[in-house]
């Protein structure tokens, strides 16, 4: 009982990191059939960020940086978006190896820039220590994870299902053409959601330099599970993919806890696998009549 | 195979009994029976929303009902895979025509009639046209497009290669949704021709709301309505009705849109 | 109207491509020609031509070729990209590589075994002592797991990106699972250091140009029958899956099945291909068969053209010639140089280094034919 | 009001449409007619820039906007109703009208209870996903769709396709009291009479050309059927 | 900024020419791309400047050495393929390379087939003695085996052992296994996670509740960094528990961040602030060629030296014949940064001094602890009574 309470915040804790870098994929991923495996390094990107604003801020680095990791990771994306994806659309297979090759350049991009060993960004000492529990102790960097995701589910939420801009995203989602003759100027609104997933990766990365290494292969420890994440909880549902997060981060930390890391990712594959027998379009499924 | 239908008391080839279909508690069907005997041509209508499409799609395992039985030449339909039911001989179009669209015209007619033969077999590369093909381009007067591909149609046009899909499967029940919707008046016509023509060796039932198209070639009319069956007679039993006039038909019933005076 | 953009799973995905790209798919047709003209290439040509070190490489990179032809049935065909390949090239090598473990360890423990503090031969080593078993497994189980796989995602019409990032997914499991059974699998360090192959020496330049001969040969006959099959109506039942599976089940036939066969196919032909770059390459390690591995493989059919099965051989070629040249050249820059051609190739051609040619041959065709006269003599042609 | 001139266009390089030729006046009712694969949707779909036209040019209000996006041609007034009851499936029927109304210039919610006074058997359906109404309910939801832009020229491929007989008088109403208002319609239908009654000019398209135009009383009597039937 | 990544053939000082008889060609042979890069492009620098310093002394045997460097792009196939090539394409006289014991592998068949040098400079898991590898850097029992000494002499008798799911980590750890049970230490678990893992709170959780008195750390790569960071937010400090580590060198613990890693153990058998004139003139030597901001650590260190030693073989061998300069290694001996290493002629290894170290605040490594004198190779701890059971 003690090991189920003392993993239970572990699990937690895997959960928001996992959710995190899952959220900016449900937009690009869920809400216009993008695979973006340049996604990770958006996130790099992020991270990056915390890192050079740390020479003019100093240990407020990580704060600071998370509305500039946004911007400046969606500004990435939103150049993906001008320069390449959007000649790709209705071809999601295609977008996968399109930006794998953008992922490439971009790593290869940032050992020369940064160099190839990794770098350091100091936390704030806000964030250092933790909150004990259970007879362990939750660190604060953890929580504010947490919380950061909580913060930008809510904000998606809101944004998908509130505002006008939300309901035209999903209008051309669903129905490019349809969209452009009902008046919706659909290259906007595809710079808009691909700038916004892409900001979601940035601020990914920053708070991933609170647990992580912060290098040119950031991006790929996390691609996989992220897109697990997505897969789980269905397509470009912010509810499902909230839902795969927590599972998947609970799974683990048990899984690792009672056998060990390697076996705990196999582990975690099998169910998938046979969870998506079950629930084959994932958790939360978009119906529609099919062929009609 | 070409069992020519008798009177309405031949035998039944689908019976429907008790059928519901519920949709987040919304019931599209509601309790439908429905007997169609061999040989006979069936004429379904109703108001938009009646149910229709989705009585088609319960019968072909698209859509699984909340109750009922649905059994075709003494086999229960209901749960078993959507393959499975065509392999026994029900087939079906669809409402929007969905055909291959990188294959060509024959290439999406030879698929079609070409699931009875054995897996290996398919290995094989298709040589000519076969004899159920050909009829089926004969009839569907898509020959000159016989080598285009199938995405370069026009909606007609795609509406025909569907029929002719149907056709080429050879199917002991045809089940036809809205097949003349969208096109030209003389092509009406020949699709009447033709579904007369298909009538007579098979059993069909058609999902139409083009009255004229119905009063030509109907005999027996089952309208729908709010997922229940409202009422089943001849096409002149089923205009008069002054229920049916008030769900479907509208005010003025007499002069229906298509007739020419 | 068309809707061109379909991401929502349940409706049937029907792909309208550019008129270019149908075409390609009809270049793949024609080329008898052009198969003997790369046949007489590889096996009179190449082995003159190469000295032993790149008649090696050109070996491997043939190997690679096999694993891609497959992808070309069930990606370029089928629709399914399988992210995940590296599992049954892996398989197909680690069976080959078993056996040749044990053939030079004569019965005893394989070298691995002994520092990884093995006592006993394991019980799923055993039976690699026969060549027979071996080469047999390194085609079987590919062909079963992907058999076993396929019925269980297609059955739940689990498709497209779920697809991809499942056998992506699955590469990665492999892989730890690999590398995590040291004893068992020699861990990341795999399968090394053989020395015979059926009692000849392994590194001798005799061999290896026999082990050439072979892998072009198989090559050859693959692409014969993966031809064949994409040909056949059942290739066409493939496209049709592809571009509207639910339609496809309204026709009478079982989508599961189609997709399976083709996924199982291809895994067999990634299994027949591992087993050949072992002894080719002398090594079969975790890192060949997961997930960067993997999408490579799929990046050398994108790049060759998907559309065609010789472009998937092309692709294969080309593009691990490029690495090995590149990388020779300038080491650091082969990834800008991947990622860069990559992208270009995607953007600007999506049919592929094929699809390039078929529209040359397209606007030599057209050229030609504009020409004064043409029409009079293709009449007379064709009377 | 719109005006098109030698308009060409095809896909990939198949031409469909060879020079096509029509006026839509201010509150005209203008009525496209010809078999099936003629050109017809071909010939709507490049007037609203779905399709890049090869030649020619398309003129609205005297503006060229013949390079224009569709949704700019949205903008300046020209509602599209496109074949095929197209819906957005997972917004609701409410969803798919705001989405529309957002992006008109007008904005007015208004417009909303103006296309369900047209189309009231929408109203108990707002709530449900679009994507699960039956074939008809879509159609009239495509065509409120249109309407809450409050377009000056209301373009409507085959209306009434799908649509049980009831409801066809139903629009056919609601286009002559549209018309009647003022509003110009270019309509594709294969009802004859239908589209007789209401037009007031006509244009018979084969194989990419006009083979025939004028106005409704030049066409009466047997004549359309001989031409329809080429 | 790594100075020179992409560089291929960079010349001596003279940029010998392609005109054969007045150079001798070396293969240099790292990951220059990939996740490997991070570590072995630093090794390759240190070769590059060993060249150039005995190009600019005038070469050996009177020829100009030029480097071909070959990228092994962190792939183990590549690794052996690119031997292969330089081995028969550019006939080179002898190979330096590899970092990771895969690729070490990979690479052995062709170099014992090919009768060709490899001369590999990064500390191992034993149990290995290719007559055609010469092995600068430490087997176990000078390096794993002096790090276990240490903790027993400072009570640290409770173990936690964490690792990257690999060869070499398992195979050091069926060492400290062995050796805990003859000196009555206790290992409290043994945990191993996928190379590039990067979350570590499942596992810290673990530590947290066997409340060991070290950690012994043979985790490689990204990892390091996730797992020092999590294990100091979880609120395990150096003071309670140290972390012992055998694959963090000072080019590391930038990246890990000295805040994270401060006051934690390494072992080793050279720093950068070893205490000796050779490795002054080492640290400046590089720095001045490589830029202020660069550090050396042992890897770099171990195959700096390898070129003197290949050099120095050469030259007593009066040519680049393997098998002449293979004998005449045996028993070598120079001064090197790290103190005096001898080749041992029995199995190829190089007697070497075992150091413990600190991490301190400004990011290099104090030493604490050092075995005195040079340890002789013992790649398959023979002489260890407690490793009787190993292989
Ligand atoms: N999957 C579904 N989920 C929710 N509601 C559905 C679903 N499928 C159908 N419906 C609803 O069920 C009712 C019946 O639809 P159906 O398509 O069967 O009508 P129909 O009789 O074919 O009409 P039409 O003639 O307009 O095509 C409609 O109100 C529709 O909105
Ligand atoms: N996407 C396409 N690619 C290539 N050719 C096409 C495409 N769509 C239509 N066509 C061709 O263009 C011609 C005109 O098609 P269009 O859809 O405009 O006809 P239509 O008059 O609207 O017919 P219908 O009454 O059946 O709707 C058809 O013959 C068809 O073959
Ligand atoms: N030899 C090593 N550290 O792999
Ligand atoms: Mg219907
Ligand atoms: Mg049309």
Redesign the interface.
Known sequence: MQAFLNQLPVGLSIAAVLLLIALGLTFTFGQMGVINMAHGEFIMAGAYTAYLLQAVVGTAAVPVALPVAFIVAGAMGWLLERLAIRRFYGRPLDTLLLTWGVSLVLQQLARDLFGAPNVQVVAPTWLSGGLPLFGTQIPYARLFILALAVGCVLAIWAYLARSSQGRRMQAVMQNRQLAAIGGINTGRVDQLTFFIGSGLAGIAGVALTLIGPVGPTLGTYYIVDAFLVVVCGGLGRLGGAVLAAFGLGLLNSYAEFWTNASLAKVIVFAVIIAFLQIRPQGLFVLRSRALT | MSVNGGGPAAEPLLEIRDLSVVFDGFRALDGVDLTVAKGELRFLIGPNGAGKTTLVDVITGLTRPATGSVRFAGAELVGRREHEIVRMGVGRTFQTSVVFEELTVVENLDLAASFRRPLWSLLRRRKGVSDAVARALEVTGLTDLADSAAGTLSHGQRQWLEIGMLIAQEPRLLLLDEPVAGMSKEERARTGELLTRIAEEHTVIVIEHDMDFLRRHASVVTVLHEGKVLMEGSVDQVRNDPKVREVYLGRAAQPVPGEVG | MTVTLKTVPERPVQRRRPAALARVTEAARSGPGLFVVVALLLLAVAPVALEPFRLNLLAKYLCYAIVALGIGLAWGRGGMLTLGQGVFFGIGGYSMGMYLKLNDAGGELPDFMVWSGVETLPALWAPFRSPAFALAAAVVLPVAIATVLGLLVFRRRVRGAYFAILTQALAAALVILLVGQQGLTGGTNGLTNFFELFGQDLAADGTQRGLYFVVAITLGVLFLFAWQLARSRFGRLLVAVRDAEDRVRFLGYDPAVVKTITFAVAAGMAGIAGALFVPVVGIISPALLGVVPSLEFVVMVAVGGRYALGGAVLGAVLMNYAKTAFSEEFAGGWLYLQGALFILVMTLAPGGVAGLLASARDAVARWRRARPGWAAREAKEAA | MLSVRGLESGYGRARVLFGVSLDVEPGQLVCVMGRNGVGKTTLLNTIMGVIPATAGTVTFEGRDVTKLKPHERVRLGMGYVPQGHETFPQLSVLGNLLVTLEASPHRDESAIDEALEIFPRLKPLLKRRAGFLSGGQQQQLAIARALVTRPKLLILDEPTEGIQPSIILEIEEAIERLHASGLAVLLVEQYVDLALRMADRFLILDAGHVVHSGSADELRGEEVHRLLAV | ??GS??S?TEGGAAGGGAGAGDTIKVGILHS??G?M??SE?TVKDAEMLAIEEINAAGGVLGKKLEPI???G??????F??KA??LI??DKVATVFGGW???SR??M???FE?RKALLWYPVQYEG??SSPYIFYTGATTNQQIVPALDYLKEEGKKRIFLVGS???FP??AN?IIKAYAAANGMEILGE?????????Y???V??I??AKPDAVFNTLNG?????FF??L????VTAEDTPVMSVSIAE??V??????NIAGHLVAWNYYQTTDLPENEAFVKAFKARYGEDRVTSDPMEAGYNAVYLWAEAVKKAGTTEVEAVKKAAAGISLKRPEGTVTIDGENQHLYKTARIGVIEKDGLIREVWNSGEPIKPDPYLKTYSWAGG??
């Open positions: 900024a790594c990544g992409t291929q220059l791309s996740t890069a991070i492009v460097v070959e990228d792009a962190s792939d183990w196939p590549t052996a393929e292969d090539k028969t394409q990771t014991s895969a592998k990979a052995l068949p062709v087939r149990l290995e799911d690999y060869v398992r195979t069926k945990e191993y996670t996928p190379l590039g893992h990067t979350e709170s499942t596992l959780n673990k947290v509740d990204d990892s390091n960094v996730a960071k999590q100091k937010s979880a609120g080019e590391e930038k990246g890990i961040g000295v805040d190993l292989s």
